[in-house]
């Protein structure tokens, strides 16, 4: 495949997704939050925010994680569906949660300079974007030396008739905004942040939180 035609098609993946959340933005919170909830309050539990600290939410959906960071945090939100994102801003208004910011923006991109946040808090969304490591990148890029990273999401399993089942069942879960057998070596690999912990969390341990620490240049 060209460069162009990967660029294509990687424009039309992120346009697909685009779709897809604004479709599921008004029913979300009915099929996620019960199922994925668990796991969102470990994440934001292991960011272990404290007042005053900037907080980057990447792909913060209907805003369900906004009322649970302690109260003092300066939190930034961004996702690429505008409707979702209205969904987040009614929740915000209606909590009175005056100090959150939120963002229509590509995660690929974030229009953010190098080490702006604390901590930097992706739930449910590495699976979802057409680059992972890319936005991956970009998490390390605007996270400061020494600051914490939590990624929850699900990974192919290691059990090899699982994740034949899951590459099989992939295509179809695209259409629901996910895909199932993207492998955790893409998260772990990723320059400038070093894994301190990783979990089993949700319904029978199928989704996993990692937990990284922003390392500077060279360590």
């Given at each position: 495949m060209s460069r162009s035609s990967a660029a294509e098609k990687l424009d039309v993946d992120s346009r697909r997704v685009e779709r897809v959340y604004a479709v599921l933005a008004r029913v979300y919170d009915d099929f996620f939050d019960w199922s994925?909830?668990?796991?969102?309050?470990?994440?934001?539990e292991a960011l272990a925010c404290?007042?005053?600290?900037r907080v980057l939410e990447?792909?913060?959906?209907t805003g369900l994680s906004l009322p649970t960071y302690p109260p003092g945090c300066h939190v930034t939100g961004i996702d690429i569906s505008a409707?979702?994102?209205?969904?987040?801003?009614e929740r915000?208004?209606?909590e009175g949660l005056d100090k959150v910011r939120l963002e229509e923006m590509d995660a690929r991109e974030l229009r953010f300079g190098e080490g702006v946040f604390d901590r930097v808090l992706a739930p449910y969304v590495i699976s979802v974007v057409p680059e992972p490591e890319r936005v991956m990148a970009e998490i390390a890029r605007v996270c400061r030396p020494g600051g914490t990273v939590v990624v929850v999401n699900h990974f192919r399993s290691a059990n090899p008739m699982l994740a034949t089942l899951e590459r099989v069942f992939t295509p179809a879960s695209q259409w629901l905004g996910f895909r199932l057998d993207l492998p955790v070596d893409r998260v772990?690999?990723?320059?400038?942040?070093?894994?301190?912990?990783?979990?089993?969390?949700?319904?029978?341990?199928l989704w996993r939180l990692l937990r990284f620490r922003r390392v500077a240049s060279g360590q």
């Open positions: 994925l909830g668990p796991g969102r309050d470990a994440a934001v404290r007042p005053g600290e990447v792909g913060v959906g409707e979702m994102l209205g969904r987040a801003r915000a208004a209606r772990h690999g990723t320059a400038g942040l070093r894994l301190v912990d990783e979990r089993r969390v949700n319904w029978m341990g």
